[in-house]
């Protein structure tokens, strides 16, 4: 069966600190996979997505930014923290079959504070 | 952007009660999603409806699509206190987006 794991769970950083937030999945191959930061009591709003290795596209301009090294890896970082970017951040994936045609599955999150 | 709009933004209810939230988007789409968030957790995919049809079961849930109205509504029936949770709609804008409406947070009271 496939699995999504995000780490860490809970991070606190200090203004101006860089950041790196990784996501792995098991089980599927080629799989779409996408970073969402979600406001306490909100949305999701989708900051990037992946359809292949070395391809991300952004959703949002801002200093944050996403790589994908490997398939199954899908890495969000930041060399400068602002006071802005303290959420929800949530890693997903989705079978390569067409965004919105299939069912996005999520990793538990982790949950941001800048100080 | 065109985003989705839940509603009731807040449900309380006692165990055992029916729920209904509703749900309405803005664009044309091929199908809508609804997804149960838990407090702290990830997202959990729920069902996905399709443009051509109207209902969709999957247990205690029942969802039905309006695409004259634009509009989705999740029906849980017989409530419990494991309910408890953000339901969330979503649908696809363009060509990758999957958008998120802004949720309801459901409360089942024992």
């Known amino acids: 069966s496939q699995t999504i794991h995000q780490w860490p769970a809970t991070l606190v950083q200090p203004v101006g600190s860089p950041l790196s937030l990784e996501c792995t999945v098991e089980g599927t191959s080629n799989p779409n996979l996408y970073w969402y930061r979600q406001a306490a009591g909100r949305g999701l709003q989708l900051l990037f997505y992946s359809v292949g290795i070395g391809q991300i596209s952004s959703e949002v301009p801002q200093n944050l930014s996403a790589s994908r090294p490997q398939d199954r890896q899908f890495i969000l970082s930041s060399k400068k923290l602002l006071l802005s970017d303290s959420g929800f951040y949530l890693c997903?994936?989705?079978?390569?079959?067409?965004?919105?045609?299939?069912?996005?599955?999520f990793g538990d999150g982790t949950r941001l504070s800048i100080l | 952007s065109q985003q989705g709009e839940e509603d009731p933004q807040a449900l309380s209810i006692q165990e055992g009660e029916n729920a209904t939230m509703n749900c309405s988007y803005k664009t044309s789409i091929n199908n809508l999603q609804w997804y149960r968030q838990n407090s702290g957790r990830g997202l959990v995919h729920l069902i996905l409806?399709?443009?051509?049809?109207r209902e969709k079961h999957s247990g205690r849930l029942r969802v039905t699509l309006d695409t004259s109205k634009k509009s989705s509504s999740l029906l849980i029936t017989a409530s419990r206190a494991a309910d408890t949770a953000s339901y969330f709609c979503a649908y696809i804008q363009g060509a990758q987006k999957l958008v998120f409406g802004q949720g309801t947070r459901l409360t089942i009271n024992p």
């Open positions: 997903a994936w989705s079978t390569g079959q067409g965004v919105g045609n299939q069912p996005q599955h």
């Open positions: 409806i399709r443009s051509n049809e």
